[in-house]
């Protein structure tokens, strides 16, 4: 059967992480609706949306926890699910830590180092003193986020080619949550091969760390690109109420702020030409619209069209 499967097995080029046309219901409730998306090899990803969006069955289709009603999901060309050599692959962080009947980080560290080819027990141990875990109390005394930072201590040292953290800063504070980012970051420095799937509704925290994102929302691919592409279309212009009023002219307004005398609207874009126009006109300020605000933008957007529809 190995053979066959290697056989038949598709040129993935630069992709690690293909889901293709995937829907998942229960019940009454479509999690997933005819979702692809594409992960790219040696990348960090976010797969960002609220909480609801169908973030969660996607992290345990793509983990072979879960069968979709309809599409499939590959890793490096292998369906994943109830398949040894993709899942082989592949180390996946939940949301929900669970040690089982283990008892010391030391314990969790040996079941690792047989479950994972290119584990690394010496960075393990690093990163114990770094997240500032006990190596020698036993884990069902810890507090959820001590529960949360030992399961990213796997995640970092685990060595997958496609390594998966689901809402990885729960009950974290401000410093380790930073602190994770930058491991991640450092990390990924270390191996440029490895690819990282960061799956939060914590979109102005996980930014920083992206080489590209996927937004999905109501179990539906909402866009999908590098930080740069998905703001291109977008800008935000701020300035002297009638200057802004004046070069948005004509164009799609997504949001207006007023403050101390200044206007700000975040605009939609018609073409290329409206932002070169506008940057070029001294009256006024630009920025890129943040990811968070993007996000929000066009989940309304969205919205409003399905609210259109049902009408």
């Known amino acids: ?33 005819d979702l692809s998306l594409e992960i790219p090899t040696g990348k960090i990803v976010g797969l960002l949306g609220r909480n609801g969006a169908g973030k969660s069955t996607l992290m345990r289709i793509v983990g072979g926890m879960l069968r979709p009603n309809a599409g499939e999901t590959t890793i490096d060309g292998d369906k994943v699910y109830d398949n040894a050599r993709a899942l082989g692959k592949l180390c996946i962080i939940g949301d929900t830590p669970d040690f089982g009947h ?11 180092r047989g479950l994972f080819a ?3 027990s010496d960075y393990a141990r690093e990163l114990l003193v770094r997240f500032d875990l006990p190596a020698d109390k036993r884990m069902k005394t810890f507090s959820r986020g001590m ?7 796997v995640g970092l040292s685990s060595g ?3 390594t998966v953290f689901d809402e990885p800063s729960l009950g974290l504070d401000a410093v380790l949550r930073e602190r994770f980012y930058d491991l991640l970051v450092e990390e990924k420095r270390r191996h440029p091969e490895r690819t990282f799937l960061v799956s939060t509704h914590l979109i102005d ?3 920083r760390v992206l080489d590209s994102a996927v937004l999905i929302d109501a179990g539906r691919l909402l866009c999908a690109g590098t930080i740069a592409e998905l703001q291109e279309g977008y800008l935000s212009i701020s300035g002297a109420p009638e200057a802004v ?14 403050a101390a005398g200044s206007l700000v609207r975040h605009v939609k874009l018609a073409s290329l030409d409206d932002r070169g126009r506008i940057e070029a006109d001294s009256r006024v300020r630009t ?7 993007l996000f929000v933008f066009l989940t309304e957007e969205k919205e409003a069209e399905r609210h259109a529809a049902n009408a």
Do not use: H
């Open 160 to 162: 997958a080619e496609l």
């Open 118 to 120: 290119n584990w690394n």
């Open 205 to 207: 925290e996980v930014t």
């Open 245 to 258: 009023r004046e070069v948005t002219e004509g164009l799609m307004i997504l949001k207006e702020e007023e």
């Open 1 to 33: 059967m190995q053979a066959e499967n290697a056989q038949a097995r598709p040129d993935t080029g630069d992709v690690i992480l293909r889901v293709s046309s995937v829907s998942r219901r229960f019940r009454k409730t479509q999690a997933l609706s």
């Open 102 to 112: 283990l008892s010391k980080p030391g314990d969790l560290f040996y079941v690792c």
């Open 147 to 153: 529960q949360t930072a030992l399961m990213l201590c």
């Open 287 to 293: 920025a890129p619209v943040g990811l968070q605000r």
